[in-house]
């Protein structure tokens, strides 16, 4: 765990830092609704497990890195580590969850529609859910890690074939992360100028995801050497949970069963 690639950002990177906060501040988010007994499928590093697994009563976290639950169980004793790939969630019975969460997950995810179903199966009646995924309206560039991302719509659509109660909303931020933003975008820009094919929406994502990676920890050192202080300054209160728009970041989808 000692290895980061810009997929997985760290809290130990200064350049990743307006990523990870970003994706911290949906963590925070969740707070008010996790009790109970609370599943969370794709813990990754456990970003917020010590955010949120004192609220509940039982945390069962899954991942597919065995690697990664090894060290989390050392880590946290009092959750409930398994590896897992999925979906299905198996050996997870029907009707045994108060709350799932899943952050950053679903576009990786070959079959989204299975991935809600059993979110829906596990959760008992009245349960929450919640997701979260990029908003592919302010991405900036094709992502080769995910199979898709979506729009506020998309998601949306794909919730309430599963789920009768969808409310989407959204983490956005302030004046100081958008300046971040439109720094990120115009460096991507001047990136993709040498794209003249169109090669990153031609080529199958396993080719693109080495270049992707040395070129965005590029950006991502870059952006910091030129603005040092606004990388490593912002923090996860600079980001808001936002009603529905194109403008937001990510996606913060509510479901209830």
């Not at 983490?171 to 001047?190: C, D, F, L, P, W």
């Not at 094919?197 to 080495?210: D, E, G, S, V």
């Given at each position: 765990m000692s290895t980061f690639t810009t997929e997985i950002a760290s809290d130990k990177i200064v350049s990743d830092n307006p990523i990870h906060q970003r994706l911290l501040k949906a963590y925070y988010e969740a707070m008010p609704f996790v009790s109970g007994k609370v599943l969370e499928p794709?813990?990754?590093?456990?970003?917020?497990?010590?955010?949120?697994?004192?609220?509940?009563?039982?945390?069962?976290a899954l991942d597919k890195i065995q690697e990664v639950i090894d060290v989390l169980k050392e880590k946290y004793t009092g959750v409930d580590f398994r590896q897992a790939v999925f979906p299905p969630f198996d050996g997870v019975a029907s009707d045994s969850f108060d709350v799932v969460i899943s952050f950053q997950v679903i576009e990786h995810i070959q079959n989204d529609k299975l991935f809600l179903e059993e979110i829906h199966r596990v959760l008992r009646p009245g349960g929450i859910a919640i997701i979260t995924t990029p908003n592919i309206k302010m991405s900036l560039s094709?992502?080769?890690?995910?199979?898709?991302?979506?729009?506020?719509?998309?998601?949306?659509?794909?919730?309430?074939?599963?789920?009768?109660?969808?409310?989407?909303?959204?983490?956005?931020?302030?004046?100081?992360?958008?300046?971040?933003?439109?720094?990120?975008?115009?460096?991507?820009?001047?990136?993709?100028?040498?794209?003249?094919?169109?090669?990153?929406?031609?080529?199958?994502?396993?080719?693109?995801?080495?270049?992707?990676?040395?070129?965005?920890?590029?950006?991502?050192?870059?952006?910091?050497?030129?603005d040092a202080g606004l990388v490593a300054e912002i923090h996860h209160d600079d980001y808001f949970l936002a009603d529905e728009s194109d403008q937001n970041l990510d996606l913060f989808c509510v479901l209830t069963k």
């Open positions: 794709g813990c990754g590093e456990g970003r917020g497990i010590e955010l949120l697994s004192p609220q509940a009563e039982e945390y069962v094709r992502n080769p890690w995910h199979i898709r991302e979506y729009t506020s719509t998309e998601l949306k659509e794909l919730a309430l074939g599963v789920f009768s109660k969808v409310e989407m909303k959204g983490i956005a931020g302030n004046e100081k992360v958008m300046t971040y933003h439109e720094q990120n975008r115009a460096s991507v820009n001047r990136i993709m100028r040498f794209d003249v094919f169109n090669l990153q929406h031609k080529l199958p994502a396993q080719l693109l995801r080495i270049p992707y990676e040395i070129l965005n920890r590029f950006n991502r050192n870059k952006l910091q050497g030129q």
